[in-house]
């Protein structure tokens, strides 16, 4: 049975500076660790009850904070900023800007499949870090780790259409720089029961952005939010 691989404080050190916060090693270790590779490795802990813990922390600050914020919105409003902003679209993104994916430990399926890159495993180890840091720092320390996180997605109003429904906007968006309409490529890699599903968006015939995911929505979902990023920021 292969020796498990062990975080280091210098390993992790870019990590956890991205992150501006101090973390146990074991839970660090915990919070990065995919149930894939704790299978291939006896059993090893995992990150699902961490992220089971992340998801509360993360919706707790990031509803307080936009209650207190925007005192002119209904609930409605207020409920749909929330979802775009913890939703496994927008977390992959803050995952991927911090380079979390290098940082992941997988099994080989997971590993020969694009695990470090798809939104829903990186959304969930960056839930698993906000548990981790709540287990470790307490909970003001992870409030505040939320809300760097996800502060650049909260304060950018049109992010928030973009992160419900990356599709539309980036439909919208290129119609308003007289593009023409996005079209989607699709290619899928692995076993059956565990595939990965890569795409590519077009648009004029030019490939402007990718994404991967657990299924084909998803993949589309990525891509079509990293184009409206780099579209919006030439525009």
């Known amino acids: 049975m ?3 691989t ?7 050190s870019a990590l956890l500076q991205a992150l501006d916060v101090e973390l146990d090693d074991a839970l660090l270790e915990q919070a990065l660790t995919h149930r894939s590779f ?13 992220e089971f813990l992340g998801d509360s922390i993360l919706g ?17 409003e207020l409920a749909k900023r929330r979802s775009s902003v913890v939703s496994s679209v927008a977390l ?4 991927r800007r911090i380079g979390l994916g290098q940082y992941l430990r997988l099994g080989r399926g997971e590993e020969l499949t694009g695990g470090r890159d798809k939104s829903s495993i990186l959304a969930d180890t960056m839930e698993a870090l ?9 909970g003001d320390v992870a409030t505040d780790l939320v809300l760097r996180m996800i502060g650049p997605l909260m304060d950018d109003p049109a992010r ?7 599709k539309t906007s980036l439909q919208e968006l290129a119609a308003s720089l007289g593009r023409g309409a996005p079209v989607y490529k699709l290619t899928d890699s692995g076993p059956d029961h565990s595939k990965s599903f890569h795409a590519t968006v077009l648009i004029d015939e030019q490939a402007v952005a990718t994404g991967i995911g ?9 891509a079509a939010l990293e184009a409206w990023t780099l579209l919006s920021a030439s525009a």
């Open 2 to 4: 292969p020796k498990p």
């Open 6 to 12: 062990k975080p280091s404080s210098v390993g992790f």
């Open 38 to 50: 704790a299978y291939e490795h006896g059993g090893l802990p995992h990150n699902e009850r961490l």
């Open 60 to 76: 707790q600050a990031v509803t307080v904070r936009l209650y207190v914020e925007n005192p002119d919105l209904d609930e409605g």
């Open 92 to 95: 992959a993104e803050v995952a």
């Open 130 to 138: 906000f548990g981790a840091v709540y287990l470790d720092r307490g």
């Open 160 to 166: 928030f259409g973009a992160a419900m429904d990356p």
């Open 214 to 222: 657990s299924s084909k929505k998803q993949a589309e979902v990525a």
